[in-house]
T-cell receptor, first 111, second 113 residues
């Protein structure tokens, strides 16, 4: 099987700083990873994804890093804004079909 | 305006009642999923459907039932057999079962009174 966990339940950052949210997975056969953003009372929104044949992928203000050696991925948010306040969780796909989800890190952005 | 819709947003149930949560998508996706979200836990898969008229149990299917009579619809019934149904329920869909991103609906919060 697979288990996915995040390192910190809560992260507080100052507006304008960079944020780094971490996620660890257990199964080296996981081949595809997604980061989601979930605002309070809403459904998760896709942010960025990365496949196991890549180490890094960049989007608009976000970067995902994948370290397959230690089974770790991170989400970096540049110039964090108040609108970035939400719960962020990762998902790891195992055996090309089933996703396992982390419990999430709540990002608090202080003005 | 494409996407996934869930209704109702809030649902209250008395003990012993069955309730049905609606999920509709107009993305032309073959695969649909139901997850349960509890505080401090990752999403847990209840049921999934790879194609119309087919569905499979997920990790926590006991006390739940589904149907997939139409491609765009995947309703979830929470039966009285589900002992702890209070949770946030999320429906998702993807192009097909074996590929890529799952997109989520806005969720339904079910509370048992």
């Amino acid at each position: 099987g697979e288990s996915v966990g995040l390192h910190l339940p809560t992260l507080s950052v100052q507006e304008g700083d960079n944020s780094i949210i971490n996620c660890a997975y257990s199964n080296s056969a996981s081949d595809y990873f997604i980061w989601y953003k979930q605002e309070s009372g809403k459904g998760p929104q896709f942010i960025i994804d990365i496949r196991s044949n890549m180490d890094k992928r960049q989007g608009q203000r976000v970067t995902v890093l994948l370290n397959k050696t230690v089974k770790h991925l991170s989400l970096q948010i540049a110039a964090t804004q108040p609108g970035d306040s939400a719960v962020y969780f990762c998902a790891a796909r195992h055996n090309f079909n089933k996703f396992y989800f982390g419990s999430g890190t709540k990002l608090n952005v202080k003005p | 305006d494409g996407g996934i819709t869930q209704s109702p947003k809030y649902l209250f149930r008395k003990e012993g009642q069955n309730v049905t949560l609606s999920c509709e998508q107009n993305l032309n996706h073959d695969a649909m999923y139901w997850y349960r979200q509890d505080p401090g836990q990752g999403l847990r898969l209840i049921y999934y459907s790879q194609i119309v008229n087919d569905f499979q149990k997920g990790d926590i299917a006991e006390g739940y039932s589904v149907s997939r009579e139409k491609k765009e619809s995947f309703p979830l019934t929470v039966t009285s057999a589900q002992k702890n149904p209070t949770a946030f329920y999320l429906c998702a869909s993807s192009t097909d079962w074996s590929t890529d991103t799952q997109y989520f609906g806005p969720g339904t919060r079910l509370t048992v009174l």
